[in-house]
């Protein structure tokens, strides 16, 4: 059991998580757009602009409740059912439609992703072990599936690097590396407190280095998004560091 380290992790993952969703419902609000956490339904639906606009009012009331002792595990749910829902009925569809496009599995392992931190929310303080390993287990899958992207799309993940860091394909080397051995540490006993606690704040940096800069130059809905998502699936990850780094040691009897 890691103790304090697990608990301030587990804290700052729940509130990363509650305020990536709850921001991502602010965008959709004022903007009445569907954007990356809540799929765009197709022109079937009627009055998009209204629905995104509730559907946001959802995000945010949700995201509050996360950070609600008495409305956290209500509000977690919400947000399970909400991202199922999204990945059933569109995610999978898309990899279906083209399962040999790397890129096309991006956007689903994400929503996999941000499930796992929204199930870790549910579940009480000594679940069943196949419950717990839930949550590490879509983590991992979102990490080593980002990581080796970083190679197979070296040259585009290139551009997204910081001109001033120098070096750019020693940066998305060493990015993806870094995901592909976070996401195997994070389903290894031993090591998952330490392989999701580095993923959260390697993601978590991401946020002020790459994302921040980019929404900044180009004021563009997508890039302002993908602020509140890395920051979403930063706290996923320290949810997981905090799940596994606090879990009780069982006592062996004499």
């Given at each position: 059991?890691?103790?304090?380290?697990?608990?301030?992790?587990?804290?700052?993952?729940r509130w990363?998580?509650?305020?990536?969703?709850?921001?991502?419902?602010?965008?959709?609000?004022?903007g009445?757009?569907f954007?990356?956490l809540?799929?765009?339904?197709?022109?079937?639906?009627p009055?998009p602009?209204?629905?995104a606009?509730?559907?946001g009012?959802?995000?945010?009331?949700?995201?509050?409740g996360l950070?609600?002792p008495r409305?956290?595990?209500?509000a977690a749910?919400t947000?399970?059912?909400?991202?199922?829902?999204?990945?059933?009925?569109?995610r999978v569809?898309?990899?279906l439609?083209?399962?040999?496009?790397?890129?096309?599995?991006?956007?689903?392992?994400k929503?996999?992703?941000?499930l796992g931190g929204?199930?870790?929310?549910?579940l009480?303080?000594?679940p069943?072990?196949?419950k717990?390993r839930?949550?590490p287990?879509?983590?991992?899958?979102?990490?080593?599936?980002?990581?080796?992207q970083?190679?197979?799309?070296?040259d585009f993940?290139?551009t997204?690097v910081?001109a001033?860091?120098?070096?750019?394909r020693?940066?998305t080397?060493?990015?993806?590396?870094?995901?592909i051995?976070?996401?195997i540490?994070?389903?290894?006993?031993?090591l998952s407190?330490w392989?999701?606690a580095?993923?959260a704040?390697?993601?978590?940096?991401w946020?002020p280095l790459?994302h921040v800069?980019?929404?900044?130059?180009?004021?563009?809905?997508?890039?302002?998004?993908?602020?509140?998502?890395?920051?979403?699936?930063?706290g996923?990850?320290?949810?997981?560091?905090g799940?596994v780094?606090?879990?009780?040691?069982p006592?062996?009897?004499?």
């Open positions: 059991m890691i103790g304090r380290p697990a608990q301030l992790s587990g804290t700052l993952g990363f998580f509650a305020l990536g969703v709850a921001f991502s419902g602010v965008q959709q609000m004022t009445g757009i954007i990356r809540i799929h765009r339904p197709g022109a079937w639906l009055h602009a209204l629905a606009r509730a559907l009012a959802v995000l945010i009331a949700v995201g509050a950070l609600l409305w956290r595990r209500s749910w947000t399970v059912a909400l991202l199922a829902l999204i990945f059933v009925v569109f569809p898309e990899i439609a083209q399962p040999a496009t790397g890129y096309v599995w991006t956007n689903p392992a929503v996999l992703a941000l929204a199930w870790m929310l549910t009480p303080e000594r069943a072990a196949w717990e839930i949550g287990l879509f983590l991992a899958t979102f990490l080593v599936l980002g990581g080796i970083h190679f197979v799309y070296a993940v290139d997204l910081p001033w860091l120098g070096h750019l020693f940066w080397c060493l990015a993806g590396a870094c995901l051995a976070g996401g540490g994070t389903v290894i006993p031993r407190f392989a999701a580095m993923s704040l390697m993601i978590f940096l946020v790459l800069p980019r929404a900044v130059s180009m004021p563009d809905p997508g890039e302002t998004s993908a602020i509140f998502e890395a920051l979403a699936i930063s996923v990850a320290a949810l997981v560091a799940r780094g606090g879990r009780k040691k006592k062996v009897e004499s």
